[in-house]
RNA sequence: GCCCCCGUAGUUCAAUGGAUCAGAACUGCGGACUUCUAAGCCGCAAAUGUUGGUUCGAUUCCAACCGGGGGCACCA
C-alpha cells in the first residue's frame, strides 16, 4: 500500500491512536471519584441497603430527607412489601450504625417508603465534606472506570456550509462526552466528517470550473459553489431527462473511481478540497471553543470498508442484489453496503469506522450524536454490524438521535439554504448583542455569556424536542438565548462567588464551623441535599444521554440558591462575617454550579 | 402505504410506574426591598389530545383514534 492514501491513513492512524492513548492517561493518573464519596451512596452503604432506591425528598412536606424504597420486593406486590418487609427494613435500619451514631435522628415507615430524617449535622459535614474534598472533581464518579466510549459527533460535509443541525450535534455530542468523562470513561469525541461521498462529482466540477477559484475569499464558499452548480445540473436531468448530466456523472464517478484507487492526482486535488473546508470549519469550532478528540473523516475508512465488503461477500453474509452488495437486515429489507458501481457508500464507511473502533481503540460504547431523521438508517446499520460481526461482543451501539431546529413561523426544518444561514455570524451576533446590552462587561465575560447561552439553549429541554428560531429575527433569537438558563445559572455563580471574593479569607474549613452554627434552616437543608445531588444527575445524565438532565438540575439549584440569597445574609455591610456556616454553603454552591456548567461547556463569567 | 418522534397551563418546557403539591419559565395580575450583584426575590391565576386496557396506583406502559413533524435502499 505505498500509494499516498495509504501513507496519509497510517499517519492519522498513529495519531489517534495517541490521543487514545492520552486520554486514558489522564483518566488514570488522576484516580477515580468513588461513588462512596457521596452522600446517599454512604447511607445505603452504611445501611446494607445496595439494592434499594434511596432518594431525597422535601423535609418541609414529609418531615425527613431521604426517602427508600426497594423495587425489587415491590414488584412482588405492595401488600406483601408493606406488611412483611418493609418492617424488617425499618427494623435493620433502626439498629444499624447510622441511628446508634446520631447520623439519622428518624427512621419510619410511610406507606411504601421508608423515611429517613438526617441530622443537620450530618447533612451538614457529609454534603460540605465531599465538595470541599473533591472541588473542581465533585460530581465526577467511578462507574465507569477502565471503559471506553467513543463518540460521533459534529460531522459536517466537505464543501458544503455548517447549518444548524451541525451545532446541535457539535453541542449536544460535545457535552456528552464531558458527561460521559465525569462517569469514569475514557471518553473519545471524533469527528466522522463526511469528506468522501460525492467527491467524484466535486471533483469534476473543480476540473471544469476550477478557474474561478480566485474569485472567492473563502475556498469553502469557492467549493460549496461547486457543489451549487453541478446539483443545478443534476435537477435539470431530472426535468429534462438527461441532458449534459449524463456525461458529467460519468466522468465524476470516473474520477471517485480514481480518487479510491489511491492514484495520486486525485488525492492530491480532494486533500486539497478537504483542507479548505475544514479551514473554514475551524472558525466554528474555535468560536465555540469545541475541539474533537481527532478528525477523522468518512476517507479514513473507505479502503478497509471495501474489505469488508469483500469478505462480508465471501462469508456469504451478504449478497448482491441488482449489482449492489446488500445485507439482508430483516423481512424485505436490504441494507445497500456498496453500490453497484463497486464503489463505496457511506455505509461501508460507517461499517469500516465501526470495526475500527472497536478493534483498535477499544470502545466498549458507541455513541452517534445524529439528527432523528437518521434513525432508520442506524437501526438498520447496526443490525447489520450485528450480522457481520463486526465489533466485539458486547458492544453498546447507540444512535444519540435529537431533534430539528424549525422555523417558529412554519413549525418546519430549517431547509438546508435557510440552514446555512451562517453559524459564525449567529454566535457573532450573540456577542454583539450582550455586548450592547451589558456594555461595562469585558470581552471575555461576553464571550462567556454568548456561548453559554448557545450551548445552554441546545440541552434545557429533551434533545428530542425541536428548537425553535424565530429565522430572520436576530434580536428573538438572542432573547431566547438569553432566556435559555444558561444566564440564570451563570448569574446565581457570580453572585455567590462574589461573596466568597468579598469576604477576601480563606473560606474556613468544616471542621472549623461550630456544630451550634450547623443547626440549618428549612432553606439550606434543601440547598445541601441539593448539593448532594449534582453527580445522580451527572449519572443520570449519562445513562439516557440526555444532556437536560444535568442542565435542569443546574437551572433547580440556581432557583434554591436565589432564594436562599434574599433571607441569608453571610456578609455584613463592612465585609465582616455573620455567620460561618452561611459562606461555607456558599462557597459549595460555587462549586457546585461552576463544576456542572463546566460540563455543560459553559464557563463562569468573573462579573455579570 | 410502512416506519420513527412529539401532543401537559395562553406560550415554551419538567416530572426513574408512586406520597399530602403534575413542577418551572415567559405572559398576566399583585407585592417586598437604604445588608453581600434586581439577568434577582415573594404571592395569585392557569394544564395531562380522545377512547379503552394493564396495575393497589398511569402524564409515564399497551391498543386504537385524532393532530403536528420527520424518514423510506446504491445522497450523508
Same mark, same amino acid.
Given at each position: 500500500?505505498?500509494?499516498?492514501?495509504?501513507?496519509?491513513?497510517?499517519?492519522?492512524?498513529?495519531?489517534?491512536?495517541?490521543?487514545?492513548?492520552?486520554?486514558?492517561?489522564?483518566?488514570?493518573?488522576?484516580?477515580?471519584?468513588?461513588?462512596?464519596?457521596?452522600?446517599?451512596?454512604?447511607? &445505603?452503604?452504611?445501611?446494607?441497603?445496595?439494592?434499594?432506591?434511596?432518594?431525597?425528598?422535601?423535609?418541609?412536606?414529609?418531615?425527613?430527607?431521604?426517602?427508600?424504597?426497594?423495587?425489587?420486593?415491590?414488584?412482588?406486590?405492595?401488600?406483601?412489601?408493606?406488611?412483611?418487609?418493609?418492617?424488617?427494613?425499618?427494623?435493620?435500619?433502626?439498629?444499624?450504625?447510622?441511628?446508634?451514631?446520631?447520623?439519622?435522628?428518624?427512621?419510619?415507615?410511610?406507606?411504601?417508603?421508608?423515611?429517613?430524617?438526617?441530622?443537620?449535622?450530618?447533612?451538614?459535614?457529609?454534603?460540605?465534606?465531599?465538595?470541599?474534598?473533591?472541588?473542581?472533581?465533585?460530581?465526577?464518579?467511578?462507574?465507569?472506570?477502565?471503559?471506553?466510549?467513543?463518540?460521533?459527533?459534529?460531522?459536517?460535509?466537505?464543501?458544503?456550509?455548517?447549518?444548524?443541525?451541525?451545532?446541535?450535534?457539535?453541542?449536544?455530542?460535545?457535552?456528552?462526552?464531558?458527561?460521559?468523562?465525569?462517569?469514569?470513561?475514557?471518553?473519545?469525541?471524533?469527528?466522522?466528517?463526511?469528506?468522501?461521498?460525492?467527491?467524484?462529482?466535486?471533483?469534476?466540477?473543480?476540473?471544469?470550473?476550477?478557474?474561478?477559484?480566485?474569485?472567492?475569499?473563502?475556498?469553502?464558499?469557492?467549493?460549496?459553489?461547486?457543489?451549487?452548480?453541478?446539483?443545478?445540473?443534476?435537477?435539470?436531468?431530472?426535468?429534462?431527462?438527461?441532458?449534459?448530466?449524463?456525461?458529467?456523472?460519468?466522468?465524476?464517478?470516473?474520477?471517485?473511481?480514481?480518487?479510491?484507487?489511491?492514484?495520486?492526482? /486525485?488525492?492530491?486535488?480532494?486533500?486539497?478540497?478537504? /483542507?479548505?473546508?475544514?479551514?473554514?470549519?475551524?472558525?466554528?469550532?474555535?468560536?465555540?471553543?469545541?475541539?474533537?478528540?481527532?478528525?477523522?473523516?468518512?476517507?479514513?475508512?473507505?479502503?478497509?470498508?471495501?474489505?469488508?465488503?469483500?469478505?462480508?461477500?465471501?462469508?456469504?453474509?451478504?449478497?448482491?442484489?441488482?449489482? /449492489?452488495?446488500?445485507?439482508?437486515?430483516?423481512?424485505?429489507?436490504?441494507?445497500?453496503?456498496?453500490?453497484?458501481?463497486?464503489?463505496?457508500?457511506? &455505509?461501508?464507511?460507517?461499517?469500516?469506522?465501526?470495526?475500527?473502533?472497536?478493534?483498535?481503540?477499544?470502545?466498549?460504547?458507541?455513541?452517534?450524536?445524529?439528527?432523528?431523521?437518521?434513525?432508520?438508517?442506524?437501526?438498520?446499520?447496526?443490525?447489520?454490524?450485528?450480522?457481520?460481526?463486526?465489533?466485539?461482543?458486547?458492544?453498546?451501539?447507540?444512535?444519540?438521535?435529537?431533534?430539528?431546529?424549525?422555523?417558529?413561523?412554519?413549525?418546519?426544518?430549517?431547509?438546508?439554504?435557510?440552514?446555512?444561514?451562517?453559524?459564525?455570524?449567529?454566535?457573532?451576533?450573540?456577542?454583539?448583542?450582550?455586548?450592547?446590552?451589558?456594555?461595562?462587561?469585558?470581552?471575555?465575560?461576553?464571550?462567556?455569556?454568548?456561548?453559554?447561552?448557545?450551548?445552554?439553549?441546545?440541552?434545557?429541554?429533551?434533545?428530542?424536542?425541536?428548537?425553535?428560531?424565530?429565522?430572520?429575527?436576530?434580536?428573538?433569537?438572542?432573547?431566547?438565548?438569553?432566556?435559555?438558563?444558561?444566564?440564570?445559572?451563570?448569574?446565581?455563580?457570580?453572585?455567590?462567588?462574589?461573596?466568597?471574593?468579598?469576604?477576601?479569607?480563606?473560606?474556613?474549613?468544616?471542621?472549623?464551623?461550630?456544630?451550634?452554627?450547623?443547626?440549618?434552616?428549612?432553606?439550606?437543608?434543601?440547598?445541601?441535599?441539593?448539593?448532594?445531588?449534582?453527580?445522580? &444527575?451527572?449519572?443520570?445524565?449519562?445513562?439516557?444521554?440526555?444532556?437536560?438532565?444535568?442542565?435542569?438540575?443546574?437551572?433547580?439549584?440556581?432557583?434554591?440558591?436565589?432564594?436562599?440569597?434574599?433571607?441569608?445574609?453571610?456578609? /455584613?455591610?463592612?465585609?465582616?462575617?455573620?455567620?460561618?456556616?452561611?459562606?461555607?454553603?456558599?462557597?459549595?454552591?460555587?462549586?457546585?454550579?461552576?463544576?456542572?456548567?463546566?460540563?455543560?461547556?459553559?464557563?463562569?463569567?468573573?462579573?455579570?
Amino acid at each position: 500500500m505505498a500509494d499516498k492514501l495509504g501513507e496519509r491513513n497510517n499517519a492519522l492512524a498513529q495519531k489517534i491512536e495517541e490521543a487514545r492513548e492520552k486520554s486514558a492517561m489522564r483518566r488514570t493518573a488522576h484516580g477515580y471519584v468513588e461513588r462512596e464519596q457521596y452522600l446517599l451512596a454512604m447511607i &445505603a452503604a452504611s445501611l446494607d441497603l445496595e439494592s434499594a432506591k434511596l432518594e431525597f425528598i422535601d423535609r418541609t412536606q414529609f418531615g425527613a430527607d431521604v426517602a427508600i424504597t426497594v423495587p425489587a420486593l415491590l414488584k412482588k406486590g405492595s401488600k406483601e412489601y408493606i406488611n412483611e418487609h418493609l418492617p424488617k427494613l425499618l427494623a435493620r435500619v433502626q439498629k444499624s450504625v447510622p441511628v446508634k451514631e446520631g447520623w439519622i435522628v428518624k427512621a419510619e415507615q410511610k406507606g411504601l417508603y421508608l423515611n429517613i430524617l438526617l441530622s443537620d449535622e450530618y447533612l451538614f459535614d457529609v454534603a460540605i465534606k465531599s465538595i470541599s474534598e473533591l472541588k473542581e472533581r465533585y460530581g465526577e464518579t467511578d462507574g465507569r472506570k477502565e471503559k471506553t466510549v467513543v463518540l460521533d459527533y459534529s460531522h459536517p460535509n466537505v464543501a458544503k456550509h455548517l447549518h444548524a443541525g451541525h451545532i446541535r450535534s457539535t453541542i449536544i455530542g460535545h457535552i456528552l462526552r464531558n458527561i460521559y468523562e465525569a462517569v469514569g470513561y475514557t471518553a473519545f469525541g471524533m469527528n466522522h466528517i463526511n469528506d468522501w461521498g460525492g467527491f467524484g462529482f466535486l471533483m469534476e466540477a473543480y476540473a471544469r470550473w476550477g478557474n474561478e477559484e480566485s474569485g472567492y475569499e473563502n475556498k469553502n464558499d469557492f467549493l460549496y459553489s461547486l457543489y451549487v452548480r453541478y446539483r443545478q445540473m443534476e435537477k435539470e436531468a431530472e426535468q429534462y431527462d438527461g441532458g449534459p448530466f449524463v456525461e458529467f456523472k460519468e466522468k465524476a464517478d470516473a474520477r471517485f473511481r480514481d480518487l479510491e484507487a489511491g492514484k495520486p492526482e /486525485a488525492v492530491e486535488l480532494w486533500q486539497k478540497m478537504v /483542507a479548505w473546508s475544514l479551514e473554514d470549519f475551524q472558525r466554528f469550532y474555535d468560536l465555540i471553543d469545541i475541539h474533537l478528540d481527532v478528525i477523522a473523516g468518512e476517507s479514513f475508512y473507505a479502503r478497509r470498508g471495501g474489505e469488508i465488503v469483500e469478505e462480508a461477500l465471501k462469508a456469504k453474509t451478504a449478497t448482491i442484489e441488482d449489482g /449492489a452488495a446488500v445485507v439482508h437486515v430483516g423481512d424485505e429489507v436490504d441494507f445497500v453496503i456498496r453500490r453497484s458501481d463497486e464503489s463505496s457508500i457511506y &455505509a461501508t464507511r460507517d461499517l469500516a469506522a465501526l470495526e475500527y473502533r472497536s478493534q483498535k481503540l477499544g470502545a466498549e460504547r458507541m455513541v452517534y450524536v445524529v439528527g432523528q431523521e437518521q434513525t432508520d438508517y442506524f437501526a438498520r446499520l447496526f443490525k447489520a454490524t450485528d450480522m457481520l460481526g463486526i465489533v466485539k461482543t458486547g458492544t453498546v451501539l447507540e444512535h444519540v438521535p435529537f431533534g430539528f431546529y424549525v422555523s417558529s413561523h412554519t413549525k418546519k426544518k430549517l431547509s438546508s439554504r435557510e440552514g446555512a444561514q451562517n453559524v459564525i455570524s449567529l454566535i457573532e451576533s450573540a456577542i454583539t448583542y450582550f455586548h450592547t446590552k451589558y456594555p461595562e462587561l469585558s470581552d471575555a465575560d461576553i464571550k462567556k455569556i454568548a456561548v453559554g447561552s448557545i450551548t445552554f439553549n441546545d440541552i434545557k429541554k429533551s434533545r428530542m424536542g425541536a428548537v425553535e428560531l424565530d429565522t430572520g429575527n436576530v434580536q428573538k433569537i438572542m432573547q431566547s438565548f438569553e432566556e435559555s438558563g444558561a444566564g440564570y445559572v451563570m448569574y446565581a455563580a457570580t453572585r455567590a462567588r462574589s461573596i466568597v471574593r468579598k469576604y477576601g479569607k480563606p473560606v474556613p474549613e468544616r471542621g472549623e464551623v461550630r456544630t451550634k452554627d450547623m443547626k440549618l434552616a428549612p432553606a439550606e437543608v434543601l440547598l445541601l441535599k441539593r448539593l448532594a445531588e449534582l453527580p445522580i &444527575a451527572i449519572v443520570r445524565a449519562s445513562e439516557t444521554n440526555e444532556p437536560s438532565v444535568l442542565a435542569e438540575y443546574l437551572v433547580r439549584t440556581a432557583q434554591d440558591y436565589n432564594s436562599y440569597y434574599e433571607s441569608f445574609p453571610v456578609l /455584613a455591610k463592612d465585609g465582616t462575617l455573620l455567620h460561618p456556616a452561611r459562606l461555607v454553603i456558599t462557597n459549595a454552591v460555587v462549586q457546585v454550579l461552576i463544576n456542572g456548567l463546566r460540563l455543560c461547556h459553559v464557563e463562569v463569567p468573573e462579573k455579570m
